[in-house]
Protein backbone atom coordinates (compact mmCIF):
# COMPACT_ATOMS: atom_id res chain seq x y z
CA UNK A 1 0.00 0.00 0.00
CA UNK A 2 1.28 3.21 -1.16
CA UNK A 3 1.18 6.44 0.87
CA UNK A 4 1.79 8.62 3.99
CA UNK A 5 0.72 7.14 6.88
CA UNK A 6 -0.68 9.73 9.54
CA UNK A 7 -2.84 8.33 11.83
CA UNK A 8 -1.52 6.76 15.05
CA UNK A 9 -0.28 3.24 13.85
CA UNK A 10 0.68 0.82 16.33
CA UNK A 11 2.76 -0.84 13.58
CA UNK A 12 4.09 2.71 12.28
CA UNK A 13 7.95 1.89 11.05
CA UNK A 14 10.99 3.70 12.47
CA UNK A 15 13.25 4.78 9.96
CA UNK A 16 15.05 7.82 8.85
CA UNK A 17 11.96 9.94 9.21
CA UNK A 18 12.43 10.42 12.74
CA UNK A 19 14.97 12.62 12.73
CA UNK A 20 12.80 14.79 10.16
CA UNK A 21 9.90 14.30 12.00
CA UNK A 22 12.27 16.05 14.70
CA UNK A 23 12.97 18.53 12.69
CA UNK A 24 9.79 19.13 11.71
CA UNK A 25 8.14 19.55 15.35
CA UNK A 26 11.13 21.77 16.20
CA UNK A 27 9.92 24.43 13.78
CA UNK A 28 6.11 23.76 14.38
CA UNK A 29 7.07 24.29 18.10
CA UNK A 30 8.99 27.71 16.84
CA UNK A 31 5.72 28.42 15.28
CA UNK A 32 3.65 28.51 17.66
CA UNK A 33 5.64 30.27 19.90
CA UNK A 34 5.86 33.17 17.68
CA UNK A 35 4.15 36.63 19.02
CA UNK A 36 2.45 37.30 15.28
CA UNK A 37 -0.21 36.78 13.51
CA UNK A 38 -0.92 33.34 12.26
CA UNK A 39 -3.61 30.78 11.55
CA UNK A 40 -5.34 28.32 14.04
CA UNK A 41 -3.27 25.79 11.32
CA UNK A 42 0.29 27.38 12.36
CA UNK A 43 -0.15 26.95 16.21
CA UNK A 44 -0.99 22.97 15.74
CA UNK A 45 2.77 22.13 16.48
CA UNK A 46 2.04 18.30 15.96
CA UNK A 47 0.66 18.73 12.63
CA UNK A 48 1.96 16.95 9.48
CA UNK A 49 0.83 16.86 6.01
CA UNK A 50 1.37 14.39 2.98
CA UNK A 51 0.95 15.88 -0.30
CA UNK A 52 0.75 14.14 -4.00
CA UNK A 53 -0.51 15.18 -7.62
CA UNK A 54 -2.91 13.79 -10.22
CA UNK A 55 -2.50 13.65 -13.47
CA UNK A 56 -4.03 17.41 -14.12
CA UNK A 57 -1.85 18.68 -11.53
CA UNK A 58 -4.57 18.88 -8.90
CA UNK A 59 -2.48 18.76 -5.71
CA UNK A 60 -4.24 17.27 -2.21
CA UNK A 61 -3.13 17.57 0.97
CA UNK A 62 -3.80 15.51 3.90
CA UNK A 63 -3.46 17.22 7.41
CA UNK A 64 -3.43 15.38 10.76
CA UNK A 65 -3.80 18.10 13.13
CA UNK A 66 -2.89 16.01 16.01
CA UNK A 67 -1.90 12.30 14.86
CA UNK A 68 -1.71 10.92 18.83
CA UNK A 69 -5.44 11.05 18.57
CA UNK A 70 -6.11 10.29 14.87
CA UNK A 71 -9.33 12.61 14.97
CA UNK A 72 -9.14 15.71 13.21
CA UNK A 73 -7.93 16.18 9.51
CA UNK A 74 -7.80 19.04 7.09
CA UNK A 75 -8.45 17.91 3.15
CA UNK A 76 -6.78 20.87 1.15
CA UNK A 77 -7.77 20.43 -2.75
CA UNK A 78 -5.76 23.04 -5.15
CA UNK A 79 -6.96 22.97 -8.73
CA UNK A 80 -5.10 24.82 -11.55
CA UNK A 81 -7.45 25.09 -13.84
CA UNK A 82 -7.93 28.81 -15.43
CA UNK A 83 -7.05 30.07 -12.15
CA UNK A 84 -5.74 28.57 -8.83
CA UNK A 85 -8.00 28.07 -5.98
CA UNK A 86 -7.78 25.60 -2.83
CA UNK A 87 -10.95 24.12 -1.20
CA UNK A 88 -10.47 23.18 2.38
CA UNK A 89 -12.58 20.46 4.39
CA UNK A 90 -12.36 19.66 8.13
CA UNK A 91 -12.83 15.67 8.39
CA UNK A 92 -13.58 13.95 11.52
CA UNK A 93 -13.23 10.42 11.87
CA UNK A 94 -15.74 8.16 13.09
CA UNK A 95 -13.69 5.39 14.49
CA UNK A 96 -10.39 6.94 15.38
CA UNK A 97 -9.40 4.25 18.19
CA UNK A 98 -10.11 1.16 15.07
CA UNK A 99 -9.72 3.34 11.54
CA UNK A 100 -6.26 4.63 10.22
CA UNK A 101 -6.58 6.85 7.27
CA UNK A 102 -3.67 7.77 5.09
CA UNK A 103 -3.24 9.18 1.17
CA UNK A 104 -1.63 7.36 -1.60
CA UNK A 105 0.70 9.12 -3.13
CA UNK A 106 0.87 7.24 -5.64
CA UNK A 107 -1.01 6.51 -9.16
CA UNK A 108 -4.12 7.87 -8.41
CA UNK A 109 -4.67 10.17 -5.39
CA UNK A 110 -7.34 8.47 -2.59
CA UNK A 111 -8.04 8.33 0.88
CA UNK A 112 -6.83 5.09 2.55
CA UNK A 113 -8.96 3.43 5.79
CA UNK A 114 -7.14 0.63 7.19
CA UNK A 115 -9.02 -1.78 10.08
CA UNK A 116 -8.66 -4.68 11.45
CA UNK A 117 -6.42 -5.52 8.50
CA UNK A 118 -9.23 -4.61 5.69
CA UNK A 119 -8.01 -1.92 3.67
CA UNK A 120 -10.48 0.24 1.84
CA UNK A 121 -10.25 3.43 -0.86
CA UNK A 122 -12.54 5.97 -1.56
CA UNK A 123 -11.66 9.33 -3.73
CA UNK A 124 -14.67 11.60 -2.71
CA UNK A 125 -13.37 14.33 -4.98
CA UNK A 126 -14.44 12.70 -7.69
CA UNK A 127 -16.84 13.06 -10.30
CA UNK A 128 -19.58 16.16 -11.31
CA UNK A 129 -21.54 15.87 -8.36
CA UNK A 130 -18.90 14.27 -6.10
CA UNK A 131 -19.36 12.87 -2.89
CA UNK A 132 -17.48 15.93 -1.19
CA UNK A 133 -20.11 17.94 -3.20
CA UNK A 134 -22.95 16.78 -1.66
CA UNK A 135 -21.39 16.60 1.83
CA UNK A 136 -20.79 20.04 1.94
CA UNK A 137 -24.21 20.86 0.20
CA UNK A 138 -26.12 18.32 2.75
CA UNK A 139 -26.71 21.43 5.46
CA UNK A 140 -25.70 18.74 8.14
CA UNK A 141 -23.12 19.55 10.56
CA UNK A 142 -21.55 15.93 10.66
CA UNK A 143 -22.40 14.73 6.70
CA UNK A 144 -20.65 11.10 6.21
CA UNK A 145 -18.46 10.04 3.25
CA UNK A 146 -16.75 7.04 2.57
CA UNK A 147 -18.84 4.16 3.71
CA UNK A 148 -19.45 6.40 6.80
CA UNK A 149 -15.87 5.99 8.13
CA UNK A 150 -15.28 9.98 8.09
CA UNK A 151 -17.51 12.97 8.71
CA UNK A 152 -17.29 16.17 6.73
CA UNK A 153 -18.24 19.12 9.57
CA UNK A 154 -19.82 21.64 7.94
CA UNK A 155 -20.69 25.20 9.07
CA UNK A 156 -23.86 25.48 10.68
CA UNK A 157 -25.47 28.34 12.31
CA UNK A 158 -25.80 27.57 16.60
CA UNK A 159 -29.05 28.07 18.28
CA UNK A 160 -29.43 30.54 21.37
CA UNK A 161 -31.93 32.16 23.25
CA UNK A 162 -33.90 34.67 22.70
CA UNK A 163 -31.70 36.63 25.43
CA UNK A 164 -28.55 35.13 24.52
CA UNK A 165 -29.45 36.77 21.12
CA UNK A 166 -30.47 39.95 22.63
CA UNK A 167 -26.89 40.39 25.28
CA UNK A 168 -25.01 39.44 22.04
CA UNK A 169 -26.15 42.54 19.95
CA UNK A 170 -25.67 44.53 22.70
CA UNK A 171 -21.89 43.86 23.25
CA UNK A 172 -21.08 43.92 19.55
CA UNK A 173 -23.22 46.66 18.36
CA UNK A 174 -24.40 49.28 21.19
CA UNK A 175 -21.66 51.59 22.64
CA UNK A 176 -21.20 50.74 25.84
CA UNK A 177 -23.01 47.55 25.46
CA UNK A 178 -20.93 45.91 28.25
CA UNK A 179 -22.24 47.82 30.76
CA UNK A 180 -25.75 47.59 29.35
CA UNK A 181 -25.68 44.35 30.02
CA UNK A 182 -24.27 44.04 32.76
CA UNK A 183 -26.82 46.71 34.69
CA UNK A 184 -29.58 44.28 33.12
CA UNK A 185 -27.54 41.48 35.13
CA UNK A 186 -27.91 43.31 38.34
CA UNK A 187 -31.60 44.54 37.74
CA UNK A 188 -32.43 41.44 36.70
CA UNK A 189 -30.48 38.49 37.15
CA UNK A 190 -30.02 38.70 40.56
CA UNK A 191 -31.94 35.91 42.77
CA UNK A 192 -33.96 35.39 39.62
CA UNK A 193 -33.83 31.75 39.63
CA UNK A 194 -33.27 30.79 43.20
CA UNK A 195 -35.06 28.30 45.14
CA UNK A 196 -35.45 27.37 48.85
CA UNK A 197 -36.38 23.68 49.46
CA UNK A 198 -39.00 23.33 52.21
CA UNK A 199 -37.65 21.69 54.90
CA UNK A 200 -40.04 18.72 56.04
CA UNK A 201 -38.08 16.37 58.17
CA UNK A 202 -35.14 16.07 60.39
CA UNK A 203 -33.91 13.46 58.52
CA UNK A 204 -32.47 9.94 58.69
CA UNK A 205 -30.05 8.13 56.98
CA UNK A 206 -31.86 6.61 54.09
CA UNK A 207 -30.88 5.57 50.92
CA UNK A 208 -27.66 6.92 50.66
CA UNK A 209 -24.83 6.05 47.95
CA UNK A 210 -22.16 5.20 50.74
CA UNK A 211 -19.23 5.69 48.69
CA UNK A 212 -19.42 9.23 48.88
CA UNK A 213 -20.32 9.98 52.06
CA UNK A 214 -22.05 12.79 53.31
CA UNK A 215 -21.17 16.43 53.67
CA UNK A 216 -19.92 17.83 56.59
CA UNK A 217 -23.13 19.91 57.42
CA UNK A 218 -24.41 20.96 60.85
CA UNK A 219 -27.88 19.32 59.78
CA UNK A 220 -29.19 16.58 57.66
CA UNK A 221 -32.49 17.77 57.45
CA UNK A 222 -34.87 16.03 55.01
CA UNK A 223 -35.87 18.59 52.36
CA UNK A 224 -38.08 19.16 49.02
CA UNK A 225 -35.13 19.36 46.08
CA UNK A 226 -36.76 19.27 42.40
CA UNK A 227 -34.44 17.55 40.30
CA UNK A 228 -35.68 16.86 36.24
CA UNK A 229 -35.19 13.39 36.77
CA UNK A 230 -36.27 10.28 39.68
CA UNK A 231 -33.71 9.20 42.68
CA UNK A 232 -33.87 6.05 44.15
CA UNK A 233 -35.15 6.90 47.69
CA UNK A 234 -36.00 10.10 47.63
CA UNK A 235 -39.86 9.90 47.11
CA UNK A 236 -40.33 11.93 50.66
CA UNK A 237 -37.88 14.35 50.11
CA UNK A 238 -33.57 14.07 50.15
CA UNK A 239 -31.82 14.16 53.24
CA UNK A 240 -29.66 17.51 52.86
CA UNK A 241 -25.82 16.29 51.84
CA UNK A 242 -26.68 12.77 50.95
CA UNK A 243 -26.16 11.23 48.08
CA UNK A 244 -28.83 9.41 45.71
CA UNK A 245 -28.83 6.62 42.99
CA UNK A 246 -29.77 8.73 39.86
CA UNK A 247 -32.98 6.14 38.70
CA UNK A 248 -31.57 3.89 35.06
CA UNK A 249 -28.58 5.81 34.93
CA UNK A 250 -25.57 3.95 36.49
CA UNK A 251 -22.51 5.26 38.13
CA UNK A 252 -24.70 9.12 38.48
CA UNK A 253 -25.52 10.10 41.88
CA UNK A 254 -27.36 13.19 43.25
CA UNK A 255 -27.38 15.42 45.84
CA UNK A 256 -29.04 18.46 47.18
CA UNK A 257 -28.43 20.92 50.28
CA UNK A 258 -28.32 24.73 51.31
CA UNK A 259 -25.25 26.96 52.37
CA UNK A 260 -26.58 27.32 55.75
CA UNK A 261 -26.46 23.89 56.50
CA UNK A 262 -22.80 23.98 56.30
CA UNK A 263 -21.21 22.58 59.66
CA UNK A 264 -19.74 25.82 61.72
CA UNK A 265 -15.93 24.47 61.22
CA UNK A 266 -16.35 25.46 58.00
CA UNK A 267 -18.47 27.73 57.65
CA UNK A 268 -17.43 30.12 60.02
CA UNK A 269 -13.20 29.84 58.77
CA UNK A 270 -12.07 33.38 58.87
CA UNK A 271 -10.22 34.82 56.09
CA UNK A 272 -11.08 32.19 53.41
CA UNK A 273 -14.23 33.46 52.05
CA UNK A 274 -16.47 36.77 52.84
CA UNK A 275 -19.65 35.33 54.84
CA UNK A 276 -22.61 34.17 53.41
CA UNK A 277 -25.85 36.22 53.70
CA UNK A 278 -29.29 34.91 54.33
CA UNK A 279 -30.08 34.35 51.18
CA UNK A 280 -27.14 32.21 50.19
CA UNK A 281 -27.61 30.14 53.09
CA UNK A 282 -31.05 29.15 51.90
CA UNK A 283 -30.70 29.22 48.36
CA UNK A 284 -30.80 25.41 47.08
CA UNK A 285 -27.65 23.84 45.54
CA UNK A 286 -28.51 20.49 43.89
CA UNK A 287 -25.10 18.72 42.56
CA UNK A 288 -24.54 15.68 40.30
CA UNK A 289 -21.63 13.00 40.31
CA UNK A 290 -20.24 10.85 38.12
CA UNK A 291 -18.21 7.84 38.96
CA UNK A 292 -15.05 8.26 36.72
CA UNK A 293 -14.37 4.42 36.20
CA UNK A 294 -17.79 4.22 34.12
CA UNK A 295 -17.05 7.48 31.90
CA UNK A 296 -14.95 8.79 29.68
CA UNK A 297 -14.87 12.98 29.31
CA UNK A 298 -14.99 14.99 26.09
CA UNK A 299 -15.37 18.49 25.17
CA UNK A 300 -16.49 20.42 22.24
CA UNK A 301 -16.55 24.17 21.07
CA UNK A 302 -19.55 26.14 20.32
CA UNK A 303 -20.68 27.40 17.03
CA UNK A 304 -19.70 30.81 18.74
CA UNK A 305 -18.06 31.35 21.75
CA UNK A 306 -15.55 30.78 22.93
CA UNK A 307 -14.79 33.30 20.30
CA UNK A 308 -10.86 33.17 19.21
CA UNK A 309 -10.45 36.98 19.49
CA UNK A 310 -9.53 39.61 21.98
CA UNK A 311 -11.44 40.14 25.44
CA UNK A 312 -12.12 44.07 25.78
CA UNK A 313 -11.01 43.66 29.37
CA UNK A 314 -7.35 43.98 29.02
CA UNK A 315 -5.32 47.47 28.37
CA UNK A 316 -2.08 48.30 27.97
CA UNK A 317 0.66 45.44 28.53
CA UNK A 318 -1.71 42.85 28.26
CA UNK A 319 -2.96 43.89 24.74
CA UNK A 320 -0.78 43.76 21.71
CA UNK A 321 -2.52 45.35 19.01
CA UNK A 322 -0.71 44.17 16.34
CA UNK A 323 -2.26 40.99 16.46
CA UNK A 324 -5.63 40.42 15.63
CA UNK A 325 -5.98 37.87 19.19
CA UNK A 326 -3.90 36.61 22.21
CA UNK A 327 -2.85 33.96 20.50
CA UNK A 328 -1.98 35.44 16.86
CA UNK A 329 -5.44 34.37 15.12
CA UNK A 330 -9.08 35.64 15.62
CA UNK A 331 -10.77 33.10 13.47
CA UNK A 332 -10.90 29.10 13.26
CA UNK A 333 -11.13 29.00 9.87
CA UNK A 334 -10.49 26.36 8.46
CA UNK A 335 -11.51 24.29 11.17
CA UNK A 336 -15.34 23.90 11.76
CA UNK A 337 -17.28 24.36 14.68
CA UNK A 338 -20.38 22.55 15.02
CA UNK A 339 -21.05 22.75 18.88
CA UNK A 340 -22.89 19.51 18.64
CA UNK A 341 -21.57 15.95 19.82
CA UNK A 342 -21.00 13.72 17.04
CA UNK A 343 -22.98 11.56 15.61
CA UNK A 344 -20.76 8.66 16.48
CA UNK A 345 -20.98 8.80 20.02
CA UNK A 346 -24.67 9.87 20.61
CA UNK A 347 -25.36 6.21 21.51
CA UNK A 348 -22.66 6.09 24.31
CA UNK A 349 -23.69 9.85 25.71
CA UNK A 350 -24.38 9.55 29.44
CA UNK A 351 -24.59 13.76 30.45
CA UNK A 352 -23.77 16.70 29.24
CA UNK A 353 -23.32 20.57 30.63
CA UNK A 354 -22.68 24.11 29.33
CA UNK A 355 -18.79 25.23 29.48
CA UNK A 356 -17.34 28.26 30.46
CA UNK A 357 -17.34 32.05 30.09
CA UNK A 358 -17.63 33.52 26.53
CA UNK A 359 -13.88 34.80 25.76
CA UNK A 360 -15.23 38.51 26.37
CA UNK A 361 -14.71 37.71 30.12
CA UNK A 362 -12.54 35.27 29.84
CA UNK A 363 -9.60 37.37 30.64
CA UNK A 364 -9.00 39.82 33.25
CA UNK A 365 -9.14 43.88 33.49
CA UNK A 366 -7.18 44.02 36.02
CA UNK A 367 -4.35 42.65 38.54
CA UNK A 368 -0.89 40.75 37.52
CA UNK A 369 -3.04 38.30 35.34
CA UNK A 370 -4.31 41.18 33.43
CA UNK A 371 -0.97 42.42 32.34
CA UNK A 372 0.61 39.10 31.71
CA UNK A 373 0.16 36.87 29.14
CA UNK A 374 -1.95 38.94 27.36
CA UNK A 375 -4.56 38.82 29.83
CA UNK A 376 -4.62 35.27 30.43
CA UNK A 377 -7.40 34.51 27.88
CA UNK A 378 -9.11 30.86 29.29
CA UNK A 379 -7.69 27.97 26.70
CA UNK A 380 -9.30 25.36 25.69
CA UNK A 381 -8.29 22.56 23.33
CA UNK A 382 -10.81 19.62 21.41
CA UNK A 383 -9.26 16.50 19.97
CA UNK A 384 -5.76 17.70 20.59
CA UNK A 385 -6.51 20.36 18.96
CA UNK A 386 -5.20 24.12 20.54
CA UNK A 387 -8.00 26.88 19.69
CA UNK A 388 -6.38 29.12 22.35
CA UNK A 389 -3.41 28.16 24.40
CA UNK A 390 -3.67 27.05 27.66
CA UNK A 391 -2.04 29.43 30.78
CA UNK A 392 -0.36 28.70 33.96
CA UNK A 393 -2.27 29.86 37.46
CA UNK A 394 -5.63 28.47 35.78
CA UNK A 395 -7.86 25.89 37.03
CA UNK A 396 -8.28 23.53 34.18
CA UNK A 397 -10.29 20.44 33.42
CA UNK A 398 -8.43 18.02 30.97
CA UNK A 399 -8.13 15.04 29.48
CA UNK A 400 -4.80 13.01 28.89
CA UNK A 401 -4.35 10.27 25.73
CA UNK A 402 -4.82 7.27 28.29
CA UNK A 403 -8.37 8.98 28.93
CA UNK A 404 -7.19 9.87 32.71
CA UNK A 405 -9.76 13.19 33.78
CA UNK A 406 -8.33 15.42 35.82
CA UNK A 407 -8.71 18.99 37.44
CA UNK A 408 -6.36 21.32 38.57
CA UNK A 409 -4.24 24.70 38.29
CA UNK A 410 -2.20 24.47 35.21
CA UNK A 411 1.13 24.75 36.06
CA UNK A 412 4.44 26.02 33.83
CA UNK A 413 5.67 22.92 34.02
CA UNK A 414 2.30 21.14 32.46
CA UNK A 415 3.77 22.22 29.29
CA UNK A 416 5.62 19.24 28.84
CA UNK A 417 2.01 17.64 29.01
CA UNK A 418 0.69 19.23 25.91
CA UNK A 419 1.49 16.57 23.70
CA UNK A 420 -1.09 13.88 25.38
CA UNK A 421 -3.19 16.86 25.81
CA UNK A 422 -6.66 15.58 23.88
CA UNK A 423 -9.49 17.98 25.59
CA UNK A 424 -9.51 21.07 28.13
CA UNK A 425 -11.11 24.10 28.70
CA UNK A 426 -9.70 26.68 31.19
CA UNK A 427 -12.13 28.66 33.20
CA UNK A 428 -10.62 31.60 35.94
CA UNK A 429 -8.86 30.60 38.96
CA UNK A 430 -9.86 28.18 41.61
CA UNK A 431 -12.72 27.99 44.02
CA UNK A 432 -11.15 24.89 45.48
CA UNK A 433 -7.10 24.28 45.87
CA UNK A 434 -5.65 21.72 47.70
CA UNK A 435 -9.47 21.22 49.62
CA UNK A 436 -9.57 24.99 50.49
CA UNK A 437 -10.84 27.60 49.26
CA UNK A 438 -8.77 29.56 46.39
CA UNK A 439 -6.45 32.56 47.31
CA UNK A 440 -8.75 34.34 45.10
CA UNK A 441 -12.31 33.67 46.58
CA UNK A 442 -12.63 36.97 48.27
CA UNK A 443 -10.87 38.60 45.20
CA UNK A 444 -13.26 40.26 43.17
CA UNK A 445 -10.62 41.52 40.34
CA UNK A 446 -8.63 39.20 40.95
CA UNK A 447 -10.53 36.30 40.75
CA UNK A 448 -12.35 37.46 37.68
CA UNK A 449 -15.23 35.91 38.68
CA UNK A 450 -18.30 38.64 37.25
CA UNK A 451 -20.24 40.51 39.85
CA UNK A 452 -20.54 43.61 41.11
CA UNK A 453 -17.17 45.02 42.56
CA UNK A 454 -18.69 44.62 45.89
CA UNK A 455 -18.64 41.11 45.36
CA UNK A 456 -22.09 40.96 47.05
CA UNK A 457 -24.03 40.52 43.55
CA UNK A 458 -25.76 37.13 43.83
CA UNK A 459 -26.98 35.09 40.90
CA UNK A 460 -27.33 31.55 39.09
CA UNK A 461 -24.03 30.03 38.95
CA UNK A 462 -22.60 26.55 37.62
CA UNK A 463 -19.39 24.71 38.68
CA UNK A 464 -17.59 21.78 39.11
CA UNK A 465 -15.05 19.68 41.07
CA UNK A 466 -13.02 16.68 41.76
CA UNK A 467 -13.13 13.99 44.34
CA UNK A 468 -11.12 11.02 45.17
CA UNK A 469 -12.94 8.17 47.35
CA UNK A 470 -11.02 4.93 48.06
CA UNK A 471 -8.79 5.54 44.84
CA UNK A 472 -11.76 6.45 42.47
CA UNK A 473 -12.35 9.13 41.61
CA UNK A 474 -15.65 11.35 41.07
CA UNK A 475 -16.77 14.34 38.83
CA UNK A 476 -18.90 16.75 40.51
CA UNK A 477 -21.60 18.99 38.71
CA UNK A 478 -23.12 21.82 40.94
CA UNK A 479 -25.86 24.24 39.94
CA UNK A 480 -26.05 27.27 42.65
CA UNK A 481 -29.53 29.14 42.65
CA UNK A 482 -28.19 32.18 43.57
CA UNK A 483 -24.55 32.28 44.94
CA UNK A 484 -21.48 33.96 45.11
CA UNK A 485 -17.88 32.20 44.95
CA UNK A 486 -17.76 31.96 48.40
CA UNK A 487 -21.07 30.02 48.69
CA UNK A 488 -19.55 27.75 45.63
CA UNK A 489 -16.41 27.41 47.86
CA UNK A 490 -17.78 26.44 51.08
CA UNK A 491 -20.39 24.34 49.47
CA UNK A 492 -17.39 22.07 47.42
CA UNK A 493 -15.28 22.28 50.52
CA UNK A 494 -18.11 20.37 52.83
CA UNK A 495 -18.18 18.19 49.66
CA UNK A 496 -14.71 17.47 50.20
CA UNK A 497 -13.54 18.34 46.52
CA UNK A 498 -9.82 18.17 45.95
CA UNK A 499 -10.31 20.86 43.67
CA UNK A 500 -13.52 23.38 42.16
CA UNK A 501 -13.64 25.75 39.31
CA UNK A 502 -16.44 27.84 37.74
CA UNK A 503 -17.88 27.14 34.46
CA UNK A 504 -20.65 29.91 33.97
CA UNK A 505 -23.14 31.66 35.14
CA UNK A 506 -26.66 34.25 35.29
CA UNK A 507 -29.18 31.55 33.31
CA UNK A 508 -29.94 28.06 32.95
CA UNK A 509 -29.16 28.51 29.81
CA UNK A 510 -25.41 29.03 30.81
CA UNK A 511 -25.85 26.26 33.54
CA UNK A 512 -27.49 24.17 31.44
CA UNK A 513 -27.02 20.49 32.43
CA UNK A 514 -28.97 17.31 31.29
CA UNK A 515 -28.23 13.34 31.44
CA UNK A 516 -29.87 10.77 28.86
CA UNK A 517 -31.80 7.91 28.48
CA UNK A 518 -31.84 6.36 24.89
CA UNK A 519 -35.72 5.59 24.44
CA UNK A 520 -36.71 3.63 21.61
CA UNK A 521 -33.86 4.78 19.51
CA UNK A 522 -34.04 8.26 20.71
CA UNK A 523 -31.82 10.13 22.78
CA UNK A 524 -34.04 11.60 25.40
CA UNK A 525 -32.58 14.77 28.00
CA UNK A 526 -33.35 14.62 31.75
CA UNK A 527 -32.47 17.77 32.94
CA UNK A 528 -31.06 18.91 36.32
CA UNK A 529 -33.86 21.28 36.54
CA UNK A 530 -36.99 21.43 34.68
CA UNK A 531 -36.52 25.03 33.77
CA UNK A 532 -33.63 24.01 31.27
CA UNK A 533 -36.14 22.06 28.70
CA UNK A 534 -36.82 25.69 27.15
CA UNK A 535 -33.32 25.46 25.97
CA UNK A 536 -33.64 22.21 23.51
CA UNK A 537 -36.17 22.15 20.41
CA UNK A 538 -39.36 20.35 19.62
CA UNK A 539 -39.63 17.86 16.85
CA UNK A 540 -42.31 17.35 14.68
CA UNK A 541 -43.11 14.31 16.72
CA UNK A 542 -43.16 15.93 19.41
CA UNK A 543 -40.77 14.45 21.29
CA UNK A 544 -37.65 17.11 22.69
CA UNK A 545 -34.64 17.26 20.90
CA UNK A 546 -31.82 17.83 23.07
CA UNK A 547 -29.51 20.68 23.26
CA UNK A 548 -26.31 20.03 22.34
CA UNK A 549 -26.77 16.22 21.13
CA UNK A 550 -29.53 16.72 18.65
CA UNK A 551 -28.94 19.98 17.19
CA UNK A 552 -25.79 22.45 17.32
CA UNK A 553 -25.64 25.10 19.52
CA UNK A 554 -23.36 28.55 19.98
CA UNK A 555 -21.71 27.82 23.28
CA UNK A 556 -19.06 24.72 24.19
CA UNK A 557 -20.20 22.40 25.83
CA UNK A 558 -18.35 18.95 28.53
CA UNK A 559 -19.71 15.76 27.92
CA UNK A 560 -19.70 12.23 29.22
CA UNK A 561 -19.64 8.98 27.26
CA UNK A 562 -20.24 5.68 28.69
CA UNK A 563 -17.19 3.61 28.28
Same mark, same amino acid.
Given at each position: ??????????????????????????????????????????????????????????? #????????????????????????????????????????? +??????????????????????????????????????????????????? +???????????????????????????????????????????????????????????? $???????????????????????????????????????????????????????????????? $????????????????????????????????????????????????????????????????????????????????????????????????????????? $???????????????????????????????????? $????????????????????????????????????????????????????????? #??????????????????????????????????????????????????????? +???????????????????????????????????
Amino acid at each position: MAGIFLGSAPHAEATDLESADGALLEKQWAEYEADRPKSIREVQPFRRSATTQDADGTE #FTLTSLNPAFNTWFLLDITTVARHTKTTTYHLEMTDPEETI +VSLRTTDTPELIFESNGIVERCAPWTGRNSELDKAVNSGLPYAPICGDRVF +VRNHVRGSRSNREAVAEFLRDNVIFGESIVGIIKGSFYEDAYMVSGEVVAGGDSGEVAAS $LGKANLSQHPVFRAYFGFELDGADGGMQAGSWYAVKDAPGIYASAMQPGMIHPDILNRKGETHW $LDGVENRADVYLVAFDLSQFELGYEVGTDHPRLDWSPRPSGAGKNWQLPGPDGFNRSDPLVRTGMLSPALTDRVAATFAGGFKRDHGAWRAGDKAVTNYGHHYGF $LANGVIFSKLHPGLSTIFVLDDGSIHMRTWTEADRE $LLPRVRFARQNGVPLIENGVPGDQVTSWLGGNWSGSAEADLRTLRGGACMKEVNGRK #FLIYAYFSSATPSAQARTFQAYGCDHAMLLDMNSQEHTYMALYTNEEGRVVPHHL +VNGMSAVDAQGNDGHPIARFVGFSDNRDFVYLLRK
